[in-house]
């Protein structure tokens, strides 16, 4: 791939500790000197924890295969170019639900200070890890089936009260090309008849449990009572809120996107998951999924898109 993209080294402190970065066995970890810390898989480039004040914010299923074979049932699965079963009229019919990125093997590119200004911590109290995938390394049958010359590139940036994941598309071919993407995040729950999802009132959203029926949603707050899956677009706000036991947990904030999708799958369908564990798991998790996936987004030659979330947690 183009190796154009290279972060800066972390920038030496002259006070205090600096965040550690190692790899090992295909996922790399970062740890901030307040032991808060981040671990990414190369796999998709999943992350697949998320630990703040010594507490764990995404839900991982015991079954997930991390070996490579499905993508991760947990953490922070990157879907592109492609969400959902792809329609058959559309480049992307010859992929599989989801697209490919959370089922290829992603390059770590390098460590950074972070420079965004977006969460609260930048700085030498955050560290930004950047990963990369390009058409070149796409499986053989990925390729074939959709032939576009693209570049992701993906940064995870760990900061003192705060996580953000960023995805960054490029289109290094000469025709254009659509896509869609979303950060489909299982945040972890202690208990999901507590959990009530704020944010999201007046907001309009295609609810796929009820045959795809579109709705507007009356409330200000949300609980999750049964299966949901909702696709909510064109969101005014830019902040979901997780609550539970009605105190804020964490704030979910699109940057650069409209869309986000709620999903729980509930008993029945979790027990058809094979890689859902435990089966009654469904009460720790709700998937709160920031994207682009009303229509498509289109992409000239050359062209560039970002979009990704920050999560802000108040525990
Ligand atoms: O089982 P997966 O392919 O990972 O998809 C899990 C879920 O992803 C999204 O939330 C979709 O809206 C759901 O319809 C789908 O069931």
Not at 1 to 10: E, F, I
Not at 120 to 147: C, I, Q, T
Request: negative net charge.
């Amino acid at each position: 791939m183009d190796r154009s993209h290279k972060p800066s080294a972390l920038t030496p402190s002259t006070t205090g500790p600096q965040p550690s970065v190692h790899s090992e066995q295909g996922r790399v970890i970062a740890t901030l000197p307040t032991g808060d810390s981040v671990e990414v898989l190369l796999y998709g480039a999943t992350v697949v924890s998320w630990k703040h004040n010594g507490r764990e914010n995404l839900w991982v299923s015991k079954a997930a295969k991390l070996d490579g074979s499905k993508p991760v049932r947990g953490g922070v699965p990157v879907v592109f170019p492609c969400f959902g079963p792809p329609p058959k009229d559309h480049a992307t019919s010859a992929l599989p639900q989801h697209g490919f990125a959370r089922n290829s093997t992603w390059q770590y590119l390098g460590k950074s200070s972070s420079e965004s200004g977006k969460l609260a911590s930048g700085g030498d109290d955050a560290v930004k890890l950047d990963f990369g995938l390009s058409s070149a390394e796409l499986s053989e049958d990925a390729k074939k089936a959709w032939p576009y010359d693209f570049g992701l590139v993906y940064s995870v940036t760990l900061g003192k009260d705060g996580l953000q994941t960023m995805l960054n598309v490029q289109n290094k071919g000469k025709e254009s090309f659509e896509f869609q993407m979303l950060l489909h995040t299982y945040f972890k729950v202690d208990d999901i008849s507590k959990v009530s999802l704020t944010g999201l009132g007046s907001a309009t959203y295609v609810d796929k449990v009820l045959n795809a029926t579109t709705h507007t949603q009356s409330t200000p707050s949300l609980s999750i009572t049964g299966e949901t899956d909702r696709v909510y677009t064109a969101i005014k706000q830019d902040t979901t809120s997780i609550l539970q036991d009605g105190k804020l947990r964490l704030d979910v904030i699109r940057d650069n996107l409209v869309d986000s999708v709620v999903w729980n799958p509930w008993i029945e369908k979790a027990k058809g998951m094979g890689d859902f564990e435990p089966k009654d798991g469904y009460k720790n998790m709700v998937c709160v999924e920031v994207g682009a996936v009303d229509g498509w987004q289109k992409l000239e030659a050359g062209d560039t898109f970002e979009g990704g979330m920050i999560v802000k947690s108040h525990l």
